[in-house]
């Protein structure tokens, strides 16, 4: 599969847990996103690197949230000291150019994360 | 409130038959339009973009029409199959990103279902 993978697919959580999830994108591809996304909702951006530099965050990633991508192909996305509220799933994508000078995003199938 | 919305969280439609999925958009600034579709357990999958320069854009059985007027995008699905079964998002993308999806702002999604 040369798709974005994501691991795990599902974490279980106590509250105060720190957790880490891992992207794979599609290899050719430079941009990385991270987004989050809860029941009922679109996807909520989060943030985004190129090559291995980040280049910007939401407002929605507090401090007790790191992304890396050390060597501009993996990135992680570490959340400290979990709450319940960071219960969604987490979505990565990474993007190619379309034919109308966009952006067109393939997404992971995210990590669901529970926090109890 | 959001800037990207459904006029209706679910719609269901017979199979073989064309479907209509709506989206209001409040930001007239916004430049850049796309259509995505979210399975069970998957991300979401990019289906079709349209530039605010553009009214109406094709794909394979889908087309996306743009009224800047009334700030309104529509997809349209031709001859609905069970495989089509999926909750639907618009997303816009407001300068000055340029068309990077880190401007990408998602609505809230319209599940279409189908009946056999």
């Known amino acids: 599969d040369t798709g974005v993978s994501q691991d795990p697919r599902h974490k279980i959580t106590k509250r105060g847990q720190n957790v880490t999830f891992r992207c794979d994108p599609i290899?050719?591809?430079?941009?990385l996103y991270w987004y989050r996304q809860t029941l009922g909702q679109g996807p909520e951006f989060l943030t985004y690197f190129q090559n291995e530099a980040q280049l910007e965050k939401s407002r929605l990633l507090s401090d007790r949230f790191s992304a890396e991508r050390p060597k501009g192909s993996f990135s992680t996305l570490e959340i400290q000291r979990t709450e319940q509220g960071d219960s969604a799933m987490y979505l990565c994508a990474s993007s190619t150019r379309t034919g109308t000078g966009g952006e067109k995003l393939f997404f992971g199938s995210g990590t669901q994360l529970s926090v109890l | 409130g959001e800037s990207v919305g459904l006029h209706l969280p679910t719609l269901s439609v017979q199979e073989g038959d064309n479907s209509i999925i709506n989206c209001a958009y409040s930001n007239s600034a916004s430049d850049y339009f796309i259509w995505y579709k979210q399975e069970s357990g998957k991300g979401p999958q990019f289906i079709i973009d349209i530039r605010s320069n553009m009214d109406k854009r094709q794909g394979q059985r889908v087309t996306v029409l743009l009224n800047k007027t009334v700030k309104h995008l529509s997809l349209q699905i031709a001859a609905t199959q069970p495989g089509d079964s999926a909750v639907y998002f618009c997303?816009?993308?407001?300068?000055?990103?340029?068309?990077?999806?880190?401007?990408?702002?998602f609505g809230k999604g319209t599940h279409l279902i189908i009946q056999p």
């Open positions: 997303a816009e993308n407001m300068p000055p990103s340029g068309g990077g999806a880190d401007g990408l702002t």
């Open positions: 290899s050719e591809h430079n941009r």
